[in-house]
């Protein structure tokens, strides 16, 4: 809170005086000139026998100050900006000040009959009218009226004074043009104040009272949820961090994993909760040496001073430390696991868009890696972070234009080498980037909610295809669904449509789920599986081993396959842990009657042994790749016709 009350009020002093440096540009360039007419115009209506050495002097000498700040400040062309406005002030206060000084000569040079404390007076009112930078006034209230009341103040009581001698002299006349001269500083004070103070960001807003202006400025930088700065806030906080020079600075961008998901499947007071539960873990690590900001749901920005890679590690450890114990909600436990990006703020980086992209781009990368995980940019990442936004925003235009296919990747049975079912999987041409594969957009799909329409949409295609009747008798088609479509108001009425479709034939849709953290701690999660259930669709849990693989899982999904994750087999059967875990979850399934299904089976080796360790099927390039519908029907009729073919591909070993 206090950082961000220092950034609301360092903001608004940054933007006043960069205001103030270019209407000091703008203003200022007719002084010189008008000066030199000035000077030059007094110097013959004053000019005297005994003056006229010293008035020589003063005017050449005054024209060559003009001349030169005119020449030094103007002619180059060169308008203050953010980095600049201190060089500019600083320069225009110099040149006003020495003209404030001349004039204040002139007085002692030309008007002899004053007596000395009207002399010392006028000289203040030339000083204050011309030295005196006009809109330094009009942010410090008490010099703005101050000003005025001096400056009109003594004008007015030489003038009376002078009024009551008889004549109008050439005294008398300059007393009445400085008169002049400090209404039309003051009228122009005024102007220039109002037109400062309305240009201070918002014009409109900002008109009135100071504390709408912090409200507007809060209200602007600050998370609603957190109370943190928010994107545009840290944004601002660090281009003033780089503005002030100083050390370097290392963004972090950190990510709850998995938040989405659970956005999907709570109330949104839970989530929120439990967003401002992480934004407290993260500060407190943290202490008053980082500013954080909540950036977007579960993401958040840390800038730190840059640190020796000994110190950073620290950080991000204290990081990773702070979320080992579980957040609780109600009476349910949730352990909560972050990825983290770094990026370092370089001096010479003045876009810092470019550098949130960047330390976000790690984060994704870190992302990958299950578990709590850390990444430093690298220059690869922004180019995958530039595919990352063309997919995100083309991925609309692409479901409503139908560049999606479904191809079919068979199952193959390991003792009768039937194939009675195959996997959907998703294939996006597009005319733009080429074929993009499901692992780079359904993560994208799933983040914007557009993974609602893309699932139905493979749903709809999958029960069309499915009920072909080239395809064998008893045949079933396996649909990735994801925990984001649970959430999805018209997938039950698709999946009633579709039971509706298949009643009475032996042709099914088989749903394969992806098990994660939190989707079991939802009501309505739970209520849609009861209706898949009660629809008769078939239920594998899918990626088996890769997350939280518990139990209780399998049964509370209802599950009747479980699907090993290719992750586990590739190694087998030389490494023996692996070995030792897939065998304990083959009989895990045979204890609790489900059929495990192996992915991503590539070689003759990994067959036979999944064959010797009773595994049902397989699924894998060894016998088909992913495949069009059409050249599924060739791949299933050539089996028919050759069966010599599958054994040439199926067991060496048979089971015992
Ligand atoms: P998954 O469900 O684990 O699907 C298996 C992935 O492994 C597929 O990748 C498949 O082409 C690939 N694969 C199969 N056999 C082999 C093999 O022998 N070797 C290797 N290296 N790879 C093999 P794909 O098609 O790129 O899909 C990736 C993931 O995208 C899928 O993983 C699934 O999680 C998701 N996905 C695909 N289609 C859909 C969909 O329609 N809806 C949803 N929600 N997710 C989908
Ligand atoms: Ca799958
Ligand atoms: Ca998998």
């Not at 281009?239 to 938040?259: E, H, I, M, P, Q």
């Not at 749903?459 to 925990?483: W, Y």
């Not at 749903?511 to 209706?531: C, F, G, N, P, Q």
Request: net charge negative.
């Amino acid at each position: 809170m206090i950082q961000l009350k220092a950034l609301l009020l360092s903001t608004r002093a940054e933007y006043f005086r960069l205001e103030l440096a270019e209407q000091l540009f703008k203003r200022g360039r007719e002084i010189p000139l008008v000066g030199i007419l000035a000077a030059v115009t007094c110097a013959t209506l004053f000019q005297t026998s005994e003056n006229k050495g010293a008035l020589t002097i003063w005017v050449i000498a005054f024209i060559a100050l003009y001349a030169t700040s005119y020449l030094a400040l103007f002619l180059p062309r060169r308008k203050p900006n953010a980095n600049t406005y201190a060089v500019w002030t600083r320069n225009f206060i110099w040149a006003f000040a020495s003209y404030g000084v001349m004039w204040g000569v002139f007085t002692f040079i030309c008007l002899e009959s004053l007596g000395f404390w009207q002399e010392v007076a006028l000289f203040m009112i030339l000083f204050a009218i011309v030295s005196v930078p006009m809109p330094v006034l009009a942010y410090c209230l008490p010099a703005a009226i101050l000003h005025p009341i001096l400056v009109l103040g003594s004008a007015s009581v030489l003038l009376i004074q002078k009024s009551l001698e008889p004549g109008m002299n050439h005294e008398t006349s300059l007393l009445v043009m400085l008169l002049v001269a400090s209404v039309m500083s003051t009228y122009k004070q005024m102007i220039m104040a109002k037109s400062l103070v309305s240009s201070v960001d918002d014009r409109r807003r900002l008109s009135t009272s100071v504390s709408t202006i912090q409200k507007m400025k809060r209200e602007k930088y600050q998370d609603t949820v957190t109370g943190m700065l928010n994107l545009e806030g840290m944004v601002c906080h660090m281009r003033k961090a780089r503005l002030s020079g100083g050390t370097g600075y290392t963004l972090l961008s950190l990510k709850v994993d998995d938040l989405e998901q659970m956005y999907s499947t709570h109330t949104k007071s839970i989530v929120d909760r439990l967003v401002k539960v992480v934004a407290r873990r993260i500060e407190s690590p943290a202490g008053g040496a980082l500013t954080v900001a909540h950036v977007g749901l579960g993401e958040y920005l840390i800038l730190t001073p840059e640190q020796d890679a000994e110190a950073e590690e620290g950080t991000i450890g204290d990081l990773f430390q702070a979320f080992n114990h579980p957040y609780f909600s109600g009476t349910k436990q949730l352990y909560l696991t972050v990825s983290i990006g770094a990026t370092s703020l370089c001096s010479d980086e003045h876009d810092e868009s470019a550098v949130i992209s960047k330390a976000v781009s790690a984060m994704r990368e870190a992302a990958k890696d299950p578990g709590n995980s850390f990444a430093r940019y690298d220059t690869s990442m922004s180019d995958r972070f530039n595919r990352w936004m063309g997919i995100r925003s083309q991925l609309q235009h692409a479901i409503k234009s139908n560049e999606f296919t479904v191809f079919l990747q068979p199952k193959v049975e390991i003792e009768t080498g039937a194939v009675s079912s195959a996997e959907a999987l998703i294939r996006w041409q597009s005319p733009t980037m080429g074929i993009v594969n499901p692992a780079d957009f359904i993560p994208i799909a799933e983040s914007t909610g557009d993974i609602m329409a893309l699932g139905r949409w493979v749903l709809r295609e999958a029960a069309l295809l499915v009920q072909n009747p080239m395809l064998p008798d008893a045949f079933s088609i396996a649909v990735n669904v994801s925990v984001k479509q649970f959430a999805d108001p018209k997938l039950i009425g698709l999946l009633e449509e579709i039971a509706q479709e298949l009643k009475g034939t032996q042709r099914r849709i088989d749903l394969e789920i992806t098990e994660s953290a939190l989707m079991l701690e939802s009501v309505e999660v739970k209520m849609m599986l009861r209706d898949i259930e009660r629809l008769g669709f078939g239920v594998a849990l899918d990626d088996f081993g890769t997350g939280y693989s518990s139990l209780s899982y399998l049964t509370q999904l209802n599950a009747d396959t479980v699907k090993l994750d290719k992750s586990f087999l590739d190694e087998i059967p030389v490494n023996t842990k692996h070995a030792a875990f897939v065998s304990s979850v083959i009989l895990m399934a045979k204890t609790l009657g489900l059929k495990l299904v192996a992915e991503g089976v590539e070689r003759k080796d990994q067959l036979d042994w999944l064959a010797l360790n009773q595994c049902d099927a397989v699924q894998g390039y060894l016998f088909s790749r992913p495949l069009a519908f059409p050249d599924l029907l060739r791949w299933l009729e050539c089996r028919t016709t050759q069966p010599e073919v599958i054994e040439s591909q199926l067991l060496t070993v048979s089971p015992t």
